[in-house]
């Protein structure tokens, strides 16, 4: 540790990322991440791509939109979950969100265990 107590907060946390290679990733995760472009805006839709999750009994840890860049009113949706990338039930959610989305996309960012250390 290079210093301590340097946080004005103290519900402050340090997150660190561990990369693998392909072949030494974790079949299920903790944690996933997506990002979803609509490439629509009508009232419910918001409701519409999250509920996939609700669905099945997927947590979702962060929701969070952004605008896409691409005109005046257009977002994009960073989505965090409590669920593996691999798990069935996050495919499944993630196949409706799809088809949701026809006319835009879902990128895939992953999926990382997650570990709690306090000190």
Same mark, same amino acid.
Do not use: C
């Given at each position: 540790?290079? #210093?301590?107590?340097i946080? %004005?907060? @103290?519900?402050n946390? @340090?997150?660190?990322? $561990?990369? #693998?290679? @392909?072949? *030494?990733?974790?079949?299920?995760?903790?944690k996933?991440?997506?990002?979803v472009?609509?490439?629509?805006?009508?009232?419910g839709?918001?409701l519409?791509?999250l509920?996939?999750f #609700?669905?099945? *009994?997927i947590?979702?840890?962060?929701?969070?939109?952004?605008?896409s860049?691409e005109?005046? =009113?257009d977002? $994009?949706?960073h989505i *965090?979950v409590?669920a =593996?990338?691999y798990e %069935?039930? @996050?495919?499944? #959610?993630?196949? $409706?969100i799809?088809?949701? +989305? *026809?006319?835009g996309? $879902?990128?895939?960012?992953?999926?990382?265990?997650s570990?709690? +250390?306090?000190?």
């Amino acid at each position: 540790m290079l #210093a301590e107590d340097i946080q %004005d907060r @103290t519900s402050n946390a @340090t997150r660190f990322f $561990v990369l #693998a290679p @392909t072949s *030494d990733r974790s079949e299920a995760g903790g944690k996933s991440s997506f990002i979803v472009y609509p490439n629509a805006n009508y009232p419910g839709l918001l409701l519409e791509l999250l509920d996939p999750f #609700a669905e099945r *009994d997927i947590n979702l840890t962060r929701v969070e939109s952004r605008p896409s860049g691409e005109r005046l =009113g257009d977002y $994009v949706f960073h989505i *965090d979950v409590a669920a =593996g990338l691999y798990e %069935d039930r @996050t495919q499944e #959610a993630l196949e $409706v969100i799809e088809a949701i +989305v *026809d006319e835009g996309w $879902v990128h895939r960012l992953g999926s990382y265990d997650s570990e709690h +250390v306090l000190y």
